[in-house]
């Protein structure tokens, strides 16, 4: 099984702007929300291509709920840690005339020494020997690289593969 692991998700505001610009009023031909997060997006290719997976992170607030209804409509097996923190927005700005893609995303809560713990308890619980756990996207603030990098030497321990690819504050990986 692949679990993918998204600390610091995003609802994904996507808006269709032909001929964007700065410093005037600009009209959207038309929107879409996704969830949004690497590991999100992960585990939809894994399961699109037939292998079973889990979606692990961190979810609170309006867009949170958001998420957690579209991924579980998309019968993606999740086990989400819900907390009063509001998870981020981020927007997508596409200009088809332009042929630009812009994002405004937002940094994300901080994130609590209990929450993490809490996606350590879910994770440990769920993996087996021979998994494979992605750690993908951008740390919470809050999170230290230090910690990552003790879940994937305590994984290995555990013979459970790692793969990494996080937006890093550190020289740690």
């Known amino acids: 099984m692949i679990i993918t692991v998204t600390l610091n998700p995003a609802l994904d505001k996507t808006v269709i702007l032909p001929g964007f610009a700065v410093n005037t009023v ?9 969830p949004g997060g690497k590991g999100i997006n992960v585990s939809k290719v894994v399961k699109a291509l037939g292998g079973k997976t889990l979606v692990l992170g961190i979810l609170g607030g ?7 209804a579209a991924i579980d409509e998309m019968s993606l097996p999740n086990d989400m840690v819900l907390t009063k923190e509001v998870t981020r927005t981020n ?16 940094a994300g809560s901080p994130v609590t020494e209990a929450t993490l713990e809490t996606v350590w308890h879910k994770l440990t619980h769920a ?6 756990v992605v750690f993908a996207g951008k740390n919470p603030p809050g999170m230290p690289d230090e910690r990552l990098a003790d ?6 321990g555990k013979n459970v593969f790692s793969c990494v ?9």
């Open 26 to 34: 600009n009209r959207v031909s038309a929107t879409r929300l996704d």
């Open 62 to 68: 309006a867009a949170g709920g958001f998420i957690q």
């Open 127 to 132: 993996v087996q020997p021979g998994d494979t």
């Open 151 to 156: 879940w994937i030497t305590r994984l290995h």
């Open 91 to 106: 927007i997508k700005i596409i200009d088809p005339l332009l042929q630009t893609n812009t994002d405004i995303n937002e």
């Open 165 to 173: 690819d996080i937006a890093r504050k550190s020289s740690l990986f």
